[in-house]
């Protein structure tokens, strides 16, 4: 052997990262199964069974290429790579460089040789090449951008269907009633069995764990919800878990889809004319501009971004977000018990309920942050933190978005079937039956009404909370909810 290839358990793909170019019969391929990994923490056991599971199919898919693999358990990845130094003395270990700044500084520690991490469609540096050119760093202009450089949905220079952007046609409520077609189900082997023993699991079958059932996942999205991902991507229903998401993120994540894929399967179906343009552009948005855009954030902004708490939010953990009997807000219940279920739901209740709460209670944002990436399956380092601290909590003082996403029940409302069985009333903002989103808005703009003043984008918010004539009735229920819901009888 003459080199080691160390593959982190979300560089699982043949064509890039470190294994583009690997040779069987100079390149020993080490995997490290780490006690940190699957013992440090409250993770979620569906995020575990799925990230240990594909990477073990993964190193058994090398083997059966003809590839050397050494899969080890240790306590700590470092620990791990120090036994495979120890065993070939003298060989470089290489490595793609990794999805976040702690393994990046462990791994360098090693000796590690790092090569291009080319699991996104924008390099690094041509990342920070824009930015640095920004004023406010807008997802939308980046996204023009990639539109053009990549030459994605274009009519020469011109967008497709004539407009960069189809949102006003994609904010639907969800419709009465929706069945919507069905979801796939995974079917489980030994390897699967197996590790699920290990955890001490009951398998379930929503989340592939090899390669082709991830691009089974694909043409099952492509097949089956792309053409009507658009209208319904904000829509939020008890009847369909996932209503039309493409529901990749986990395997665009552990390497098992690259992006690219993606693209190109979803380019062709819209070439073929069978896709609108507001479904097409709605995904496609997501996958090149949101995705990208996250993860250049992610390193442009450095390492300490994450313990930014800007708006001096020290509220603990509410016990409603383990355990949804502790809340009688239907919204929060249903959400909780689908994270509990499938650890996934789809962005807007990422965003709108889960990040809309912490905000509007004002939860420790790393409190918050530490519980978002301990039960999403598909939560990675790079990923969570721009989107949690930035977009969702506001604790980065608007670098990275220009507002907060704070809402009261009226949205929720608007965009879900929550609210009807809910004990709640969303357009009540005091009193006993009063949606807690409802008083807590208001109750998070009056708290932070001196530096949201500053803020143009929020001057309709605050001249609407200055002719509110219910204020100190409001903040004394605001109160009594935040009370309740540290008690867990809101
Ligand atoms: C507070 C918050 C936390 C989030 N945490 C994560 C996370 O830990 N991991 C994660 O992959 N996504 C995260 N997202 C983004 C998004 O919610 C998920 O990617 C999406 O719900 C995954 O389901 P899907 O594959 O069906 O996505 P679809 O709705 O089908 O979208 C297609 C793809 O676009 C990408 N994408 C869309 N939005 C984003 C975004 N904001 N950031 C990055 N990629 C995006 C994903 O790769 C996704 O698979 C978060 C969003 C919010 C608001
Ligand atoms: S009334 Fe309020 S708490 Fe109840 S489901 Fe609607 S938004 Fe959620």
């Not at 406010?136 to 269907?161: C, H, T, W």
């Amino acid at each position: 052997m003459k080199r080691i290839i160390f593959l982190p358990f979300d560089h699982l793909h043949q064509n890039y990262g470190a294994l583009k170019g690997a040779d069987p019969k100079s390149d020993l391929i080490v995997l490290v199964e780490s006690a940190r990994m699957t013992t440090g923490r409250n993770w979620h056991k569906e995020r575990l069974f799925f990230l240990i599971s594909s990477a073990r199919h993964f190193a058994q898919s090398l083997e059966l290429e003809g590839f050397t693999v050494d899969y080890l358990k240790a306590a700590t990845t470092v620990d791990g790579l120090k036994s495979v130094l120890k065993k070939h003395k003298g060989l470089p270990i290489i490595c793609a460089e990794p999805s976040s700044f702690r393994q990046f500084a462990a791994l360098k520690e090693c000796g590690v040789e790092f090569v291009d991490n080319d699991f996104f469609l924008t390099p690094r540096p041509l990342f920070k090449a824009w930015a640095d050119t920004q004023k406010s760093y807008l997802m939308e202009s980046f996204y023009r951008k990639q539109r053009v450089r990549l030459n994605i949905l274009m009519d020469g220079k011109e967008p497709a269907g004539g407009a960069w952007n189809f949102d006003k046609e994609n904010r639907l409520p969800p419709p009465k009633k929706y069945d919507g077609p069905k979801y796939l189900e995974h079917k489980r082997d030994e390897i699967d069995a197996q590790v699920a023993k290990e955890l001490g699991y009951e398998m379930r079958t929503t989340w592939a764990t090899t390669r082709q059932g991830a691009l089974k996942q694909l043409k099952n999205f492509i097949d089956n919800h792309f053409g009507e991902f658009g209208p319904l991507e904000d829509a939020m229903t008890t009847d369909n878990w996932a209503l039309h998401h493409s529901l990749l993120s986990p395997y665009l994540n552990n390497g098992l889809l690259h992006a690219s894929e993606v693209i190109t399967a979803a380019v062709k179906a819209f070439n073929g004319g069978s896709i609108p343009i507001e479904s097409a552009e709605g995904f496609i948005r997501q996958v090149i501009g949101w995705r990208e855009y996250v993860n250049g954030m992610y390193w442009f902004l450095g390492p300490d971004y994450r313990e930014n708490n800007q708006l001096m939010a020290n509220r603990k953990l509410l016990p409603l977000f383990n355990e949804p009997a502790a809340t009688q807000m239907n919204c929060i219940k249903e959400t909780v018990g689908d994270i509990q279920e499938r650890a996934w739901v789809h962005h807007i209740p990422r965003l709108m309920l889960l990040s809309n709460l912490a905000l509007v209670t004002g939860t420790n944002p790393q409190e918050f942050l530490e519980w978002m990436r301990e039960v999403f399956i598909d939560a990675t380092e790079w990923v969570m933190v721009p989107n949690v601290i930035g977009m969702g909590v506001h604790a980065d003082g608007g670098q990275m978005m220009t507002k907060p996403y704070a809402a009261g029940g009226a949205y929720i409302s608007r965009m879900s079937n929550y609210c009807k069985p809910c004990v709640y009333n969303p357009k009540l903002r005091t009193g006993e039956t009063a949606c807690p989103f409802t008083t807590l808005y208001w109750d998070f703009l009056d708290r932070h009404k001196e530096t949201f003043a500053k803020n143009h984008r929020m001057s309709q918010q605050v001249f609407g909370l200055n002719r509110l004539s219910d204020l100190p009735e409001l903040k004394i229920r605001a109160k009594e909810v935040l009370k309740g819901l540290e008690q867990g009888t809101i």
